[in-house]
């Protein structure tokens, strides 16, 4: 099986993924984001970050999940 890449965003309508513009796109997961601090607060979202990526990159992911959703669930595996 050959794999194709993403060249554009894609939702799902109907159960399919359906190519769609950046702002739908970014508009479903911020969407999806406030449905869940909605229904469960901000205990309930988390994210793990990488050792791999940069300062910067895992920087923006604490204050992301921090300032933008409440929480402090942040974890890496720098510490593993």
């Known amino acids: 099986m050959r794999y194709q890449r993403i060249t554009q965003p894609m939702v799902r309508r109907d159960g399919e993924l359906a190519p769609a513009s950046w702002d739908e796109a970014l508009d479903r997961a911020a969407g999806g984001f406030r449905a869940a601090l909605e229904r469960g607060g901000p205990g309930t ?3 793990f ?3 791999k990526a940069t300062n910067e ?5 604490q204050k992301f ?3 933008a959703l409440g929480s402090n669930n942040i974890d890496s595996c720098n510490r593993t």
């Open 49 to 51: 970050s990488c050792s």
């Open 57 to 61: 990159v895992n920087f923006v992911a």
């Open 45 to 47: 979202v988390g994210m």
């Open 65 to 67: 999940m921090r300032v």
